[in-house]
């Protein structure tokens, strides 16, 4: 281990040194070489499948593991975006000249070493590989061991490419200890790695927390809200709740809570129930929800739970600010939306609330990197310093500042 880390610090000079043109032509023989092993890619996919089902993993966590051709595509499109994005490194941020006519710039520069630790979804290794590789740092990544064959294929795949074009494996690499004594051994490797990104369950993210001596931008767990305010469109409001549960249940940016104004829950709740039985989602309220719908009572540790699952709690609300202040209360900091056509009441929710993402009339599904225009992301940061929301390569940089002077000394 120490000299996997010795080495990854030693090519971290070599990528942040490559040029725009050198980067993009690596990501896109990489996302050709994903393509032309499809059927390899799958064949290993199968094998941690087979794991998954054997230890009863959920059917959304089953959905999160796998793929299939049109999610290699997407893997091998993402790549392909991301080499055509504009070079993060060397852009000047700042620039201007001192008192003592010295020549200030502010620039971007790679962050250096980064250490990803993820579970499930094996797109990931590829993803967070690409965004590191375009923004000049190197990758260490950690994938769940239910993902254990699809990552070791993928990293593999992106690593001969590398050799291909003359640059050091160690540029994208796997932890090569791949136990929880590996993790502990990363985490507190300050000396070689400059930043842990960690994205997964509750307990991950307070671990590495709890115990990094590496800085951390953590990747929280995503409890998201709508909110369905009385001033909305009730059949846009359906169609969007039901996209924000149901489109992808697996996911961070799924929606957990419905909160719903008080003024309109007797109308609109049956409707809605009506949806989401459609969907087979299970649905548990607050007791003035099941006054109206027969289903489950909610309880605090509900409105405290991601799912990450085909479940949905609801609660109704007596006011805007009551849905604001459950959101203040329960919320992850990760996406909320409202559902209104009143401008004062949009405007106060996007406002007020302290998330990474909040939306106005649309779904909290559109929280991902890809959709933003990043061409993908290494997760969703519930950080305020130093990124927050979906992390792209502009996030995985830092900046430093070229100081041009002409014989000045300080009096």
């Given at each position: 281990?120490?000299e996997?880390?010795?080495k ?28 032309d092993?499809?059927s390899k ?9 087979k794991y ?5 993993l ?9 793929l299939?051709?049109?999610?290699v ?10 080499a ?24 971007s520069?790679?962050i ?14 590829s993803d ?5 590789f375009?923004?000049g ?8 061991k239910?993902a ?6 993928i ?14 494996e ?8 791949n136990t ?5 051994k990363l985490?507190?490797m ?16 307070k ?11 953590k990747?929280d ?5 709508t909110y ?20 992808r ?6 929606t957990e809570t419905?909160?719903?104004h ?6 609109i ?6 949806e989401?039985?459609k969907?087979?989602?299970e649905?548990r ?20 739970t ?7 709690s ?7 600010d009551?849905?604001i ?5 329960y919320?992850?900091?990760h996406?909320?939306a ?10 106060q929710?996007?406002?007020e ?14 929280t ?8 993908a ?10 990124s927050r ?12 500042f ?10």
């Amino acid at each position: 281990m120490q000299e996997f880390f010795e080495k990854c610090k030693q090519a971290k000079t070599i990528v942040a040194n490559l040029t725009s043109l050198q980067k993009n032509n690596v990501l896109l023989d990489m996302a050709n070489s994903l393509l032309d092993n499809t059927s390899k890619i799958i064949n290993e996919n199968k094998k941690d499948l087979k794991y998954a089902k054997d230890n009863d993993l959920s059917d959304s966590m089953l959905d999160r593991l796998l793929l299939d051709e049109s999610r290699v595509q997407d893997m091998a499109d993402s790549l392909k975006e991301i080499a055509a994005l504009k070079e993060p490194v060397g852009r000047i941020l700042e620039g201007w000249k001192s008192e003592q006519d010295l020549k200030i710039q502010k620039i971007s520069v790679p962050i250096g070493c980064i250490g990803i630790i993820y579970e499930s979804r094996p797109n990931v290794t590829s993803d967070a590989a690409a965004l590191c590789f375009k923004s000049g740092n190197v990758s260490i990544l950690k994938g769940g061991k239910e993902a254990n064959y699809s990552n070791n294929i993928i990293a593999t795949l992106l690593q001969d490419v590398l050799v291909k074009h003359s640059l050091p494996e160690e540029i994208i690499s796997l932890l090569p200890d791949n136990t929880r004594a590996g993790v502990e051994k990363l985490i507190k490797m300050d000396k070689y790695v400059d930043l842990i990104i960690p994205r997964g369950g509750e307990s991950l993210i307070k671990y590495v927390s709890q115990n990094a001596t590496v800085s951390v931008v953590k990747h929280d767990k995503g409890l998201c809200h709508t909110y369905i305010d009385k001033t909305c469109d009730e059949q846009e409001a359906i169609k969007i709740a039901v996209n924000a549960k149901t489109q992808r249940t697996g996911v961070c940016n799924t929606t957990e809570t419905l909160l719903v104004h008080t003024d309109i829950a007797n109308k609109i709740l049956p409707k809605l129930k009506a949806e989401f039985d459609k969907k087979n989602t299970e649905l548990r309220g607050c007791q003035n929800t099941t006054k109206i719908l027969d289903i489950k009572k909610a309880n605090n540790e509900d409105f405290e739970t991601e799912y990450l699952d085909n479940i949905l709690s609801i609660k109704v609300v007596d006011s805007l600010d009551d849905a604001i202040k459950h959101i203040s209360k329960y919320g992850s900091g990760h996406s909320e939306a409202i559902l209104s056509s009143n401008y004062s009441s949009i405007e106060q929710f996007l406002n007020e609330v302290d998330s990474a993402c909040v939306y106005a009339n649309a779904s909290t599904r559109f929280t991902d990197g890809a959709v933003f225009g990043f061409g993908a992301e290494v997760g969703i940061s519930t950080n305020k310093l130093h990124s927050r929301g979906p992390m792209g390569i502009n996030d995985l940089t830092t900046y430093k500042f070229k100081i041009y002077g002409d014989g000045q000394i300080r009096e």
